[in-house]
């Protein structure tokens, strides 16, 4: 089912975020600070911005965005089509308090991947204020409550020590090393049962 068809069903409260809401506009993860919303073209400043920070490029990839309208783009054939495609994705992440975009995190379903995929970027200003845990949090558990899933993937950079760091804290464990297609460097997989 398509995320934007889906109707309101409800606040689910849980330890790790304050309520998961289910609108009919399309899919909004609250918690106590954060605000998580699909993406729209609207938002290519902050992609292009988010995508070219060097801590992007260095643990992620170069995803080869340099402009709004290579960021317009990104977001009609990654993140949208994803939603369309998997009724989930990544989102954008922003303060609740001022709509401010800080980061993106969610579901992603990997060609080369048997499960979904958790996976979150900040800002680089909004690192080590706890936000990455936060929305990842909030992610897992949207995972389990909506879409049944009962096994979660992530992969990260092998010399990515914050975002081992907070893996583990999720309770995701380490699981093997694999190189993605058409990729040089093996990365970490990590795997958790939910």
């Not at 995190?105 to 936000?131: I, M, S, T």
């Amino acid at each position: 089912m398509e995320a934007s068809s889906r109707k309101f069903i409800g606040t689910v409260k849980n330890k790790a975020y304050k309520s998961m809401m289910i609108m009919q506009n399309g899919i909004i993860l609250r918690t106590g600070r954060l605000t998580l919303r699909p993406f729209s073209v609207k938002d290519s400043r902050f992609i292009l911005r988010l995508l070219n920070e060097p801590s992007f490029i260095r643990y992620i990839g170069d995803r080869g965005v340099r402009s709004l309208k290579d960021s317009q783009n990104y977001i009609e054939e990654k993140l949208l089509s994803s939603y369309n495609r998997c009724g989930f994705g990544l989102y954008r992440v922003e303060l609740t308090k001022t709509s401010e975009p800080v980061g993106i995190c969610g579901l992603v379903q990997r060609d080369y991947l048997p499960n979904a995929d958790l996976g979150f970027a900040f800002l680089p200003e909004f690192c080590g204020k706890g936000y990455a845990f936060e929305a990842a949090s909030a992610s897992v558990q949207y995972a389990k409550a909506d879409f049944a899933l009962n096994r979660l993937l992530a992969t990260t950079a092998q010399e990515n020590k914050k975002s081992i760091q907070l893996l583990k804290k999720l309770g995701f464990e380490f699981d093997k090393m694999i190189r993605p297609p058409s990729e040089k460097k093996k990365i970490r997989l990590y795997a958790i049962n939910i």
